[in-house]
Nanobody, 127 residues
């Protein structure tokens, strides 16, 4: 079973930075559309950022614009650089990917659009 594997979560003080990475568990799989979601207990999963390698476009939810950067790294790895972290960024972060994307639009932000998921990595920001 193919899955995504996340790394880089942890605890940090407000104003600090973390870098999350995500890669496919199998080298046989790749994706041209990847995203990061986050979820806190009692709330719905929220699309944080997404990137399309097909057209180079990105999506960011308003609360992270200017602070977070999603990028595709070497091979099947993609990352989320999180700077100027706030307590409200505390959540379980999930990476997601879809098997193909060929639209000229910004990448989708709904979780139903993605068919590969990681297990999640906890990010805790303290003040």
């Amino acid at each position: 079973q193919v899955e995504l594997v996340e790394s880089g979560g942890g605890a940090v003080e407000a104003g600090g930075s973390l870098r999350l990475s995500c890669t496919f568990s199998s080298e046989s799989y790749s994706s041209n559309c990847m995203a990061w979601f986050r979820q806190v207990p009692g709330k719905e999963r929220e699309g944080v950022a997404a990137i399309s390698a097909f057209n180079g476009k990105t999506y960011y939810t308003d609360s992270v614009k200017g602070r977070f950067t999603i990028s595709q790294g070497y091979g099947n790895t993609f990352t989320l650089q999180m700077n100027s972290l706030k307590r409200d960024d505390t959540a379980m972060y999930y990476c997601a990917a879809r098997s193909s994307y060929s639209s000229d639009s910004i990448p989708p932000r709904a979780e139903g659009e993605y068919n590969y998921w990681g297990q999640g990595t906890q990010v805790t920001v303290s003040s």
